[in-house]
T-cell receptor
């Protein structure tokens, strides 16, 4: 079984709709992250969390919110989706050791029409 | 603040040829450096990492990278390309020390391997 899972894997939605992307991990890591990937831009950090009570904004948090429901679960919400949020979204986890190597989920491809 | 520059958004090689993907970093403190690979429709997978031990780092699938402080570089190489190496490669940097939470990624290099 995969250590970091994301649901859904693909989603098409309309402008203005609320959507939630979910991430679960079985690695026992405290730190979790949400990134978006756009062609030619690499990965940009949206939000990160060091533990259940610690949530921090990343580089591009506007238009997004997150919830850390448990150590193993970290959800990303788009309150009112817009077309330029069409992208590939990745969840990642890490712990303090190992130089902060991050482990990635398979990604969610989101299309906003 | 740290940053990463990957030279060349697209590199094309013949099967059996040397693979060289370039990465230069900027960091005000000693860095940790990573190379990740992304195959089509998949997440990122760690190839190798430098965390201040040996400067020549060996990774999976025959890849290696050398940390050169004087050149602020961490180029990825493989002596002989295989068709299965076709993927996108990302270099990433973080700072060593207590708050080493943030990975800064380069924009990626797409590797094409021609038969």
């Amino acid at each position: 079984d995969a250590d970091v899972t994301q649901t859904p894997r693909n989603r098409i939605t309309k402008t203005g709709k609320r959507i939630m992307l979910e991430c679960s991990q079985t690695k026992g890591h405290d730190r979790m992250y949400w990134y978006r990937q756009d062609p030619g831009l690499g990965l940009q950090l949206i939000y990160y969390s060091f533990d259940v009570k610690d949530i921090n904004k990343g580089e591009i948090s506007d238009g997004y919110s997150v919830s850390r429901q448990a150590q193993a679960k970290f959800s990303l919400s788009l309150e009112s989706a817009i077309p330029n949020q069409t992208a590939l979204y990745f969840c990642a986890t890490s712990d303090f050791a190992g130089g902060n190597e991050q482990f990635f989920g398979p990604g969610t491809r989101l299309t906003v029409l | 603040a740290q940053s990463v520059t990957q030279l060349g958004s697209h590199v094309s090689v013949s099967e059996g040829a040397l693979v060289l993907l370039r990465c230069n970093y900027s960091s005000s403190v000693p860095p940790y450096l990573f190379w990740y690979v992304q195959y089509p429709n998949q997440g990122l997978q760690l190839l190798l990492k430098y965390t201040s031990a040996a400067t020549l780092v060996k990774g999976i699938n025959g890849f290696e990278a050398e940390f050169k402080k004087s050149e602020t570089s961490f180029h990825l190489t493989k002596p002989s390309a295989h068709m299965s190496d076709a993927a996108e490669y990302f270099c990433a940097v973080t700072i060593s020390g207590g708050s080493n939470y943030k990975l800064t990624f380069g924009k990626g290099t797409l590797l094409t391997v021609n038969p």
